[in-house]
Every structure is written in C-alpha cells, then in structure tokens.
C-alpha cells in the first residue's frame, strides 16, 4: 500500500532544482512565470528548491557552456534519484544561435541521459508546464521500477 | 495486573494516536496544506490541493537518501528523530480544554525551553551534515530563536501574573483552570498586546515568512538543510508541519481557554479549527503580503515592536489594569 | 586515646584538608618517580572526598553543626581564642562540590599533564591549591580564611603560569597576581579592622557581636571584605581576569579555577553577608547583589559572543553562571537560596566538563583557537558527546541540570518582585532568561566550529584521547544527568538543608561558643530571620518527561527504520562528486563561505554595546587594577549609606 502511495505522491510532488548553464536568461524568466498566478504550476505540487539534494526534476536552460558544463554535472549528480533531467529551450537541445561557439561544450545529452526536451526559444510557459508533467510521469514510472 | 497493562495501554494511547503522533501527524501536515493553499488565494492562484504537504512527506520517504562524505552520519540520522520526538511529547503537554495527557509535568518556562530541543536538533543535524550554507543556517536560526525568546517569555510572565496576582504562576493547569472560571484572557484588556505579540511570534519561532531567513532557499540554498535528502528530510518537514500545530495550539492554550464543552472529542475538534483560524492569521495572512527579511531586520523587529507590545502588557499586567 | 578515636567523624573535617597539604609535602619528597607522584595525588584527593563525603549524613541530613577546635583549646569566658573548624550545612555543601571537582580533575590530570615538564611541582601546586580552597570553606575564624585565601591565590598564579612558553600565560599570571593581591590586600585590612573592633578573629565570635555594634569602621570593613571576596569570585568587574587565567592555565587547573575558586569566593560573599554581617533584611543590600549577580550574567555572555578562543569563551560563561548564583543568593528567600546553590554546583560539573574537554580538544590538536579548529566530532566521538552534555546542561536544556537550577533561579526572582512588588525583580527574571539563549547560541557556535563543520586538512590524523582523561569526563557527565533528572532528591538533601542553614545563624553562632551566646550577646539585636518559604511557581518532572521521549523516540526510530529511514547511500572509498558537499557545482574544497562571525544578526543591532565592551576590556592590568579601586569606593559609599 505504501509503495502505491509513495508512487502516486512522487507523482504529485515534483520539486524543481534549476540549473542555469550560460543561458540567456530567457528561459529563466519564462520558468519562473510558470509559478506566477496565471499559469500557477504551484497547483500540480510544482515547487523551485534551492539545492539539488531535495530536487526531483532538474530543469537545465543554456547551451551549457564549457567553463559550467563540470558545475553542471556535479550539481546533477548530487541529486537523489529517482530523478527527472528535463532541458529547456532549444539551447541544451542543439546549441541553437551559440552552436559551433568555441565555449560551448553542448548539448547536454552528450554528458548525461535527459528524459525531457522542452523546445522553443523560449518556450512557452503551457509548453514548460506539459513538459514537467510529463517528467513528473516519468518520476513515477522510475519509481515503480525501483 | 490488568488495570495495569490497561494504562499503560491509554498511555500509549495518548502518545502514539491522541494527542501524540498520528493527531500531530494528520493536524500538523493539514494546517501547513490550508496554510499553502490560503495563501495562494490570496495571491489569486489556485495553490496546491490542501493534502499537498501529505504528497510531499510520502515522496521524500521514497527518495534516495545521500550521506555527503564530510557529515557525521549518527548525528546527522539522529537529529531529525530527536527533533521529532521531542516536539509531540511537546504537544502532550498542552492542554486541550478540560483535558490533558500529560500537562502537569511541565509548565509553562518548561515549555519554552522544550521549544528550544527541536530547533537545537535541527541546528547540530546542520552542523553535522558539514556544509557551509547551513552554518549561515545554523546562525541565522539561532538569531532568530534570541529574538524570538525575549518577547516569548515576556508574553509567557504577563499571563502567570494575570492569572496567579500576587500568587505569581507558571502552572499550565491553573491557567487553564482560570480560563475555564473566568472566560479567555484574550478578553482580559491587558493582555491583547501580549496576544497579538505572540501571534507576531508563531512565524518565527516555525521559520515561516517573512521571518524564514535561516531557510532561504533563494539565497543560501535552504540553510540547514542544505544537504538533506530523502526520509531525513521528510522528517524535517513534518517537524515544521507540528510545530504549527504546537504554536498555535500554544496560542489557544494561553489565551483562548475555557472554549469547550468537556466532551473531548468535540473539544480536539474545537481546537483544530482555533488551530487552523490562527494559522491564517499568524502565518498565512503576514505570508501572502511581505517579503523575506534580513537576518538583522528580524532581529531587531522582535526586539523592537513586538517586545515592546509584551512589555505594554506586562507593565499593565503588573500593575494590576 | 584509642585508634577509634580518630575514626570519629568529628575530625573528618581536619583529615580532609590535612591530606591534601601532607600530598603536597609527599610530592616533593616523593615526585621524581611517576608512580608514586601519581599515587599521592590520587589517594590525597581520593581520601580527602572520602572524609567530606562522611560528613553528608550527621551534617547535611542530621543538622549537626561540627564546631573543631585546633589542639581543643575551646571557648574560654567567653573569647574563642583557639583555631577553629566549623562545618555547617553551607560549609559541607561547598566543600563537597569542590572536592568532587578536585577529585576528577585530579584523575584527568594523571593522563593530561604526562607530556609537561615539572609534573612534580604541578602536583604540589595543584594539592595546595585544593587544600587552600577546602580550608577555606570548612574554617571558622576569619584570619583562617584570609590564609587560606593567600594559598589558593599564589597556588593558582603558579598554576596559571605553568605553561609559561604558551602565549600570554606569564601575562596573564601577572595580572591575576596584581587584582588577586589587590583583593587579598582588602581581606587582610578588613580583618585588622574587625578585629580591632571587635577583639576577636572566630567567625561566630564576631557573626554575635558585630550587627549590633557597627560603626563607620566595620562599615569599611565590610566594604573591604566584599571587595575582597568579589575578586576571587571574578564577579563583574574583576571578570577579565578570570578569562585571561583561565586561557592560559592547564585545563584541570581552569576547572579548579572556574569549579572551585570562584565558589570560594561566592561562599566568602554568603558568609559575609549574612553571618558576618546579616544583611537579609535589608532590601538595599539585596539589590547590591542582584544588581551585581545580573550585571555578571549579561556582561559576560555578551563578552561570551565575541570570544574566538575554546577556553576564553568557557571563562566568559562561567562569570555568567557565577552572576546567576550570586543573584539568586541575593533574593534572600528560601527558594533563592536552594536555586543559587544549586546553580553553583551544576555549575562545577558542567564548566568542569566543558573545560575537561577543551583540554581534550587542546591535548589532541594544540590549539583551542575556534577558527582553526572544525569537524572534530568523527575523530573524537566521546568528547564530542560529553561535549554536548556538557553544552546542553550549561544552556539550560532540559533534562540536564542547568535546566532544574535556572528554572529554580527564575521562579525565584518572580516570586520576590510578586511578593515586593518590585518590578526591578521581574527583570532579573528576563535578563536570567535571556542569557540563558545566549548561553546556548555561543555553546552552538562551538559545536559547529570545533566539533562539527569542516574538518582541517592537518587534523586528518587527531586521535580520540587516552580512557583515563575520558573517565574524568565521564564522571561529571554523568553527575550532570543525575542532578538533572533528580531535582527535588538534590534540593532536599543537598540545598535545602544548606540554604537553611543560612537562616539559621543562631544555631552556627550557638553551635561555637555556647548555648544561649547569641541571644545573651546580642539582645533585642537578635536577627529576625524571615521564614524559610519554599513554594515553587510551577512543576517539572524530568523522569516522566524521559519516559515519554524515550518511548516516543522509539516508536519514531522503530517506524522509521522499519520504513528504510537507515538504508542511506554513502561515498564509498572513491571519491565520488554525488557525496560532495552542495556549493552551487563547485567542488567541495572551493566551499568557503564568508562569515565567520556567527551572531553578526544579534551583533548589528547591538554594534555600539560591543564596540563600547571592546574599548573598555582593554587588556591592561593598570585599567584593572582601577576598576577594582573603583569598585571599593563605590561599595564603600554604598555601604555607608544604606547600613
């Protein structure tokens, strides 16, 4: 029974950890609105933590650039599974307008398996939102399957 | 031999299921829940379901969780649990209209130092886990707690004047029985500086906004339990959760006795409601409309204007108005 | 005269200072071998705690007041002329928490002291100096006690000098040398004074004849006295002494200072106040001590919050705990008493503890500076947990003993102001309150820079210490949980009959010179004692509470482990980037954060109060030494007008 309730609250909770590897700062300010009353992921269980061991999903923005890409791997690997890498923006994805940039060591997927791609520049908040629903799916599935 | 096995049955009764952990547990988790979903409201969102902090207990239970190789393992395991523990035998104490589980072992300056053992928990677990953000957690939370003390105890002597006169009290149980002769001493004009004062102090003393410095995630990566994870950390949540309860069950012990029937049910469900009513006064309402203080800032608020509302009814209390 | 004779408890009281002096002459003869220095020491403080402990039932439980005359010269037409012993109640109290602490700091210092130069003269100061203190409080004639005074203050500068190669140690010898002569001074004129006056030196002599013949002179004497004993209790504004001494002495001689010196001196304060001079009607003289007593409290602890040294730091909080006995004593009422003297012995066990182990923390690393030292608590586990009983008790939380004798402290002081009607009492209530978490934020600042936080590269290879100094520690530890958990068994056995004692100074008068000498001395004079009320404000039992947090913290641990709450991961050998410390993706030795004043939130808001302390403990004995003038003359005006 527990097992069921732990799977089904994992589901409901996701706790955000972001990481910012040389965005812009679009997608920041787009992920952050994602929290404002009008989209309200708050009522998903949706919730911004500050340190990646009470992180479930990590959201990466930026083409993750080579001075943060060991930054950004550790923080990573500090997060306690079962856990959720989703990329936001087309930037962790492809490079977008920086690829081929001397600096940057992208996309992200070369380093470590990302479950969710969220594309756009910058995407749209209801996209961010179905993005993360979709990883919070996936959460459960991980946890089932432990 | 029976009668014995039977009480201590209903002893256990009392810690385990009413008034100890699973009415902790459940009243606790719902008054964080109405706390999240109030303040939302009003800030026109919907806010999470009102069982989210339910959701998110279960979820941490479900996580992995990591030791860092710097922390003192025993210290850091231990700490959550001692806090725990030590905060429902906290809410023993309390007395629930007529009735009480335990309240006369302790009285009321016991009970302010009881409130110490969980937030003494919380900070040597912090320092055990060894990382530099909970240090300036550790700091802040410690500040907080002396600004908290001062305004608290004064409050805590303006009631046992009230209530003993010359006969000065600590005793939780007289308290209790002058409520249930005399009406609230909410009613009593001397002290509602004192009430309001210590409506001020629920938010600190549980680490909510605006006074939730030593737990800022935004800028020292949640304090103290910067390196928390998993079941620890749930623990450390549900500690939040009851001492809501605590303080504010605190509040109504304090100031709105006397409110009941002498059934005990009726009475616990009473005082849930006193419960939820002053978790939207203290917390959520001061929550919903400030932003994060700085560490002096809080400081110096509780030894300014808050200590100064206690100090108004101590003096009146003192002088017999 | 049989050998039984001498077996009788009445002598007790001379054994148990002579061996000590005889261990301290042994020692020289003797202390070459390191068996047999060894041996002396522990018999002599072994054998001395033994005769003390004797005397707990006949004096403590019987109320038998032990009058001793040196060579049995008695009382002869009326003069005592003879050199006397006299225990009471208050005097065995004393005399046993100080050989308690004598007894375990001896036991530790078998093991702490091996590796310094000269252990057979640090044996002799040592013995000398828990013989002047055991002497003092068990003496019944005042000259007695002004010499015993004088070889508890040279045995203690020798002591503080020990270790003249550390830094500030021949400073700090020097400057407890020049207060301490200052007060040693005062005492001695003081008695030349009554003495002249009064043609006597017995203290219950003088306890009959003096109240009822004061004039200006015994006025001065008193003042001179007060002073006296104020400097060897450390109370504010002889405070920065005891930090400078306690800094640089061995461990096991700062908790002979801060245990043992420091209630010598508050004992000479009881005696004086309310024997000598009996002052317990007087609401006046009340506030002296309380308004002294609080000052101690708040000025230390503030001081307390801005110490980055282990040992300086404990210095602080023990002239903090000193002011919370010397106010209690100063309400004058029975729960005042019972609460201040209660308070002075928890104080021994848990500043004793907490000194033992910054001896550990010394012993181990060679330093008890708080910035260097860090992460402690995996390489020294048992001092890290008797550490933080220690911590626990000194911060007042229950169930420790601090906790039972604060809660005492502050009822006390609200009951006075209730039955005075003096609101200035209620703020003793508050100050005592308030200091308490202050107390416990400067022993957080510890636990986190010395045993918890980040371990220092160089400390990789610190080792627990040997069994020997940690059974010392052990000893007061647990000392500290018993009288913690039995409050009411210690206030009856322990301080109440003490605190009666103190209103009964008839009976000490009667118990030395005769039936009936007080009242035919002292006439219509004849103290009027108030009644001895004992009513506490509230209840508190630690033994239920334990039962209940142990069964809750049970039923927490069992439903946690049953949950997986123990199945944790951890960094195996292979230095793994998932167990590093949390720095926002730095690797862990780049985590350095900036903020090494812990209490800065506490300390903007009161950075005047602070930068005024800084300038005014300036550190020079000159500045000192004019306090304490300063504090004569005000105590002398003060006791001229109110007397």
């Known amino acids: 029974m527990f097992k069921k309730l732990i799977e089904e609250s994992t589901a409901k909770s996701p706790w955000l950890f972001h990481i910012n590897a040389g965005s812009c700062n679009g997608c920041d300010i787009e992920l952050v609105s994602v929290l404002t009353p009008r989209y309200d992921a708050e009522r998903l269980g949706f919730k911004l933590t500050g340190t990646p061991r009470h992180a479930d999903i990590v959201v990466v923005t930026g083409p993750v650039t080579k001075q943060s890409l060991p930054r950004v791997l550790r923080a990573i690997s500090q997060v306690p599974e079962p856990r959720c890498i989703v990329t936001m923006g087309s930037c962790p994805q492809s490079g977008n307008v920086f690829r081929g940039s001397y600096s940057v060591a992208g996309p992200l997927s070369k380093y470590v398996p990302v479950d969710v791609d969220v594309a756009g520049c910058a995407p749209k908040p209801e996209a961010v939102i179905d993005g993360l629903v979709l990883a919070t799916q996936i959460l459960k599935e991980k946890r089932a399957k432990k | 031999m029976m009668t014995i096995v039977l009480t201590a049955l209903q002893y256990l009764g009392y810690i385990l299921i009413f008034p100890g952990f699973l009415f902790c547990f459940v009243i606790g988790m719902l008054l964080c829940g109405i706390d999240r979903k109030i303040v939302a409201r009003m800030q026109k969102r919907v806010g999470p379901p009102v069982l989210q902090p339910f959701y998110d207990f279960f979820k941490l239970c479900g996580k992995e969780t990591i030791i860092p190789a710097a922390a003192s393992k025993t210290t850091f395991l231990a700490a959550p649990l001692v806090g725990l523990a030590a905060l429902v035998v906290l809410q023993l104490f309390i007395p629930i209209h007529g009735f009480s589980a335990f309240s006369g072992m302790a009285d009321i300056i016991v009970i302010l130092y009881l409130l110490l053992i969980p937030a003494m928990a919380a900070m040597l677990g912090g320092a055990a886990s060894g990382s530099p953000y909970a240090g300036i957690g550790l700091s802040r939370e410690m500040v907080t707690i002396i600004a908290c003390e001062l305004p608290l105890v004064m409050v805590l002597l303006a009631v046992g004047k009230v209530v003993g006169g010359d006969a000065v009290t600590f005793s939780f149980s007289k308290i209790a029985n002058y409520q249930l002769a005399n009406g609230s001493l909410i009613t009593h004009a001397s002290l509602i500086p004192a009430a309001i004062a210590m409506l001020l102090i629920i938010p600190g003393e549980t680490g909510n906004h605006p006074f939730d410095t030593a737990e800022a995630e935004t800028e020292i990566c949640e304090g103290l339990l910067a390196e928390y994870s998993g079941a620890p950390l749930a623990v450390y949540k549900l500690t939040h959760c009851v001492k809501v309860l605590t303080l504010t069950s605190f509040f109504a012990a304090l100031f709105l006795g006397g409110i009941g029937t002498g059934i005990v049910v009726v009475d616990a469900l009473i005082l849930v409601a006193i419960c939820i009513v002053l978790t939207i006064v203290s917390i959520s309402f001061v929550h919903a409309i400030t932003a994060r203080l700085k560490i002096e800032q809080v400081f110096k608020f509780y030894w300014t204007t808050v200590t100064g509302l206690a100090l108004i009814s101590l003096v009146l209390a003192w002088y017999g108005l | ?643």
Request: proline residues 2%.
């Open chain 3, 1 to 643: 005269m049989s050998f039984a004779n001498f077996l009788d408890y009445h002598h007790f009281p001379v054994y148990s200072i002579m061996v000590l002096f005889l261990g301290a002459f042994l020692i020289v003869l003797f202390g070459k071998s390191k068996f047999m220095r060894n041996l002396i020491a522990f018999l002599a403080v072994a054998s001395s705690l033994a005769c003390i402990v004797a005397l707990v039932k006949p004096v403590m439980l019987d109320g038998e007041i032990i009058a001793y005359w040196m060579g049995n010269r008695a009382v002869a037409g009326g003069y005592a002329i003879g050199i006397a012993l006299e225990v009471d109640a208050l005097s065995l109290f004393f005399a046993l928490l100080i050989s308690t602490a004598v007894f375990v700091s001896g036991v530790y210092s078998l093991q702490y002291m091996e590796h310094d130069n000269n252990v057979p003269e640090y044996y002799t100061l040592f013995l000398m100096l828990s013989g002047g203190v055991i002497g003092l409080v068990l003496s019944g004639d005042i000259f007695n006690m002004f010499i015993m005074v004088e070889i508890l203050t040279f045995a203690a500068v020798a002591l503080t000098a020990f270790r003249n190669k550390a830094h500030g140690a021949l400073e700090a010898a020097f400057k407890y040398l020049v207060v301490g002569c200052i007060g040693s001074t005062c005492i001695l004129v003081g008695v030349i004074m009554l003495y002249a006056q009064a043609h006597t030196l017995n203290f219950a002599q003088l306890s009959a004849v003096i109240p009822g013949n004061m004039n200006n002179a015994t006025k001065l004497a008193f003042a001179l006295l007060f002073v006296g004993f104020g400097t060897k209790a450390f109370i504010v504004p002889f405070h920065p002494l005891a930090a400078d001494a306690h800094g640089a002495a061995p461990a096991s001689i700062s908790v002979l200072i801060s245990g043992v010196l420091t209630k010598s001196g508050i004992y000479g304060l009881i005696r004086l106040t309310y024997f000598l001079f009996q002052t317990m009607n007087l609401g006046t003289f009340q506030f002296l001590l309380v308004f002294i007593g609080s000052v101690s409290m708040f000025v230390c602890v503030t001081m307390a919050l801005a110490q980055h040294d282990f040992k300086r730091l404990l210095a602080f909080h023990s002239i903090s705990q000193i002011g919370y006995v010397l106010a209690a004593v100063g309400l004058c009422t029975g729960l005042g008493f019972s609460a201040g003297l209660y308070h002075a012995m928890n104080h021994t066990l848990f500043k004793g503890l907490l000194f033992l182990c910054a001896g550990a923390v010394l012993h181990q690393t060679g330093t008890t500076n708080l910035d260097e030292l860090g992460g402690l608590s995996k390489k020294m586990p048992w001092t890290t947990g008797l550490f933080l009983v220690g911590a626990f008790s000194i911060s007042g939380l229950p169930p420790f003993n601090g906790f039972a004798s604060k809660w005492m402290v502050y009822q006390a002081a609200y009951q006075k102001a209730s039955e005075t009607g003096n609101i200035g009492f209620l703020f003793v209530t508050l100050i005592a309150l308030v200091t308490s978490v202050l107390t416990l934020a400067s022993f957080v600042k510890v636990s986190q820079s010395v045993f918890f936080g980040r371990l220092p590269a160089k400390y990789e290879n610190v080792k627990e210490v040997k069994g020997g100094m940690i059974f010392a520690m052990c000893l007061f530890a647990i000392l500290c949980v018993v009288t913690g958990l039995f409050p009411s068994a210690v206030t009856k056995y322990l301080t109440e009959p003490a605190a009666r004692a103190v209103f009964s100074v008839v009976n000490y008068i009667d118990a030395a010179m005769g039936t009936g000498f007080a009242a035919s001395t002292m006439g219509e004079n004849l103290p009027v004692v108030a009644s001895f009320n004992f009513n506490e404000l509230g209840y508190w039992s630690p033994i239920s509470w334990l039962l209940i947090l142990c069964i809750a913290l049970l039923a927490v641990t069992i439903v946690a482990v049953s949950g997986k709450y123990d199945k944790v991961s951890e960094s195996s050998e292979i230095a793994d980037s998932k167990y590093d410390l949390f720095f926002g993706g730095e690797k862990s030795v780049y985590s350095q954060v900036g903020g090494g004043d812990l209490f800065w939130g506490f300390k903007h808001n009161w950075r005047h109060y602070f930068s005024f302390m800084h300038d005014l403990h300036s550190g020079i004995v000159n500045d000192y030494s004019l306090w304490a003038i300063v504090a004569l003359a005000i105590v002398t005006l003060f006791i001229q007008i109110v007397l």
